[in-house]
Structure formats: C-alpha cells, structure tokens
T-cell receptor, first 111, second 110 residues
C-alpha cells in the first residue's frame, strides 16, 4: 500500500458543480496535512492546511478523518479556474520533517 | 512571493556532463528540499537539508549530490547527467508548517 494515495482522476465536472477528492494515508502518527494545487508546468502552491476540526476557505472545505486515515477536499460552485491538479501531502513525525506526497488528482471544470 | 528562486530555469545538456542547479532562499528557513517530478511518479525527494552542511538522502538520490554551505543556498549536482535525469526539478523550503516551492528547473539531457 502506498503511503499516501489519491484517485488520479481526471474528474471532469461542469461549472457550478460540487466535487470532492479524498486522500488516504498509511501512517497513523502523521502530524500535519495539506492540500496543494498545481497548474500545468508550474510549481505546487499551498491551497489549504487541514485541521482536525475541519476548515473552510471560501468555496473550499478540508476535513480530516483520523480514525479512517483520510483527508478530503470539497470544492463548491466550481469555476473554470479551479482546473488543476490537487496534491495531498502528509507530514510524518520526527525531526527530519518527512513529507509524503500523493500523485495528485486532476480536475477539469468545463463550461 | 515566498522568497525562493531557482536557477537555471531551463537547461539542455549532453549526456555525461556535470550540471548544477541552484536554489536560493531569502527567508532564513532551516529545511530545504530538492524534488524531481515526472509523469506517473509525482514528486520524489532527491535530497534534503536541515541546516548548513547537514544533508540527507531522499528516495531517488542515486546520481545526485547536494551541498549547503550557507543557509540561503542549496545546490543540486548531477555529476554525470544521464537521459533518465531529464525532468523538472523543484526546490522547496519549509517555513512553519508550510512548504514553499521554487518555480522549477526544466532539465533536458540529450
């Protein structure tokens, strides 16, 4: 089993749709969780951190389920500009700050 | 902007030649990383550094070496470039719990 797994997609949705991605992780001691967004031929950029209680930033909602070891990202009212690859990243415990990346989920929002 | 830059941004080199990529940060962050990203493999860690002269191997370190003589600079060297090292290379640093990336270096080995 991979340490961090994501459905690669692609997810093709119409504008205005709600779409959700999940990311599962294998190390139950994982400390921190993030969603990054990556546009074609660009660097990944932080979309949002994921907090234990769940958090929301505008149209984006992130949740953590420690019991089932997954995090989720919900995008409401999708825009064309949301088309990108969404990367899940997990921070492992320890002093070397080991970051484990998912392969990403591709989203295409269509007019 | 997060204060991290990479150079060169694009390079074409011949098999067998040495190549050095430079990552420069202005944030005085301790942790820095070099990744490569390839289709189907995602981001793979090559080497990372947790301070000046403190570096360690990542999951795909073979054929690569690094140096960190100053907090702000983290160099990645391909001693003898091979075609399998054609990739996009991202440098990153961590500030608090956030990871910031450079804009990437596209390397083609012919």
């Amino acid at each position: 089993r991979k340490e961090v797994e994501q459905d690669p997609g692609p997810f093709n949705v119409p504008e205005g749709a709600t779409v959700a991605f999940n990311c599962t992780y294998s190390n139950s001691a994982s400390q921190s969780f993030f969603w990054y967004r990556q546009d074609c031929r660009k660097e990944p950029k932080l979309l949002m951190s994921v907090y234990s209680s769940g958090n929301e930033d505008g149209r984006f909602t992130a949740q953590l389920n420690r019991a089932s070891q997954y995090i989720s990202l919900l995008i409401r009212d999708s825009k064309l500009s949301d088309s990108a690859t969404y990367l899940c990243v997990v921070l492992y415990p320890g002093n070397n700050r080991k970051l484990i990346w998912g392969l990403g989920t591709s989203l295409a929002v269509n007019p | 902007d997060a204060g991290i830059t990479q150079s060169p941004r694009h390079k074409v080199t011949e098999t067998g030649t040495p190549v050095t990529l430079r990552c420069h940060q202005t944030e005085n962050h301790r942790y820095m990383y070099w990744y490569r990203q390839d289709p189907g493999h995602g981001l793979r860690l090559i080497h990372y550094s947790y301070g000046v002269k403190d570096t360690d191997k990542g999951e795909v370190s073979d054929g690569y070496s690094v140096s960190r003589s100053k907090t702000e600079d983290f160099l990645l060297t391909l001693e003898s470039a091979t075609s399998s090292q054609t990739s996009v290379y991202f440098c990153a640093m961590t500030g608090g719990n956030t990871i910031y990336f450079g804009e990437g270096s596209w390397l083609t080995v012919v």
